[in-house]
């Protein structure tokens, strides 16, 4: 005699529905105060085979919250998906706040490419980014900030730019929207003020974005020099 299976109870779904994903998803954990006391305890310690949830009950880092600085580990590049620590771990060891800055690099790349001045620009500029490169609501994107300032405020960044080319006058738009842009503004009879500029940008296949940005430098450039002259 066939037995039938029994009916699924109502209210509950036989499967979890998928969650939406806009992007990349960024970290953010609760209790930010204690990256930095993480930071400085990960310097002092030897190079573990594993970094795991017991080495963070170890170090005294107990409750639930802790555990997902364990995340922001990963997304930094001081640790693998899998927990061993990477090269930027021992670099950690010799100049944590340097290599701190070239994870958060790596890790922010989108942002960092369409903000160069990431760790210094203005929170709702950041959240905008947030909001829209990451599913969270409201309350995880201001969280996301938070970890991404405090991650920032523990770290030094390498402000070295690209040397310009050697052409006066030269603009290149490159498929990964970044802009080179060198000038020479002629001050007086006898000095010629040369200006390099660089810029990096969304990507775009829209000309006039491009245009509109020169056409505002060279207006600010104008008025620099009517203001000298």
Known sequence: MAVASPAPKQGRSLT??????RGKEYPYIHGTAKLGDLINRLRNMGKPDKFTVQTLELLGFRSRNDRTMLGVLKFIGLISDTGEPTEL???LRSDARKALGKGINAGYKALFELYSDAPTRNRKDIENFFRTNTSGGER????????????CKLADFDTTTTPMADDP????VGTTGE??????????????????????LPESSDESVYDRIFSSMKRHLIQ???RHN
Do not use: C
Not at 169 to 172: G, L
């Open 89 to 91: 771990w021992m670099e």
């Open 169 to 172: 006058v030269h603009a290149t």
């Open 140 to 151: 995880v994107i201001a969280q996301t900030v938070v970890t991404f300032t405090t991650l």
């Open 224 to 226: 620099a020099y009517d």
């Open 16 to 21: 979890a529905p998928a969650r939406k994903q």
């Open 179 to 200: 802009v080179a842009r060198a000038g020479a503004v002629m001050v007086g009879p006898a000095l010629t003020l040369n200006i390099n500029i660089q810029l990096s």
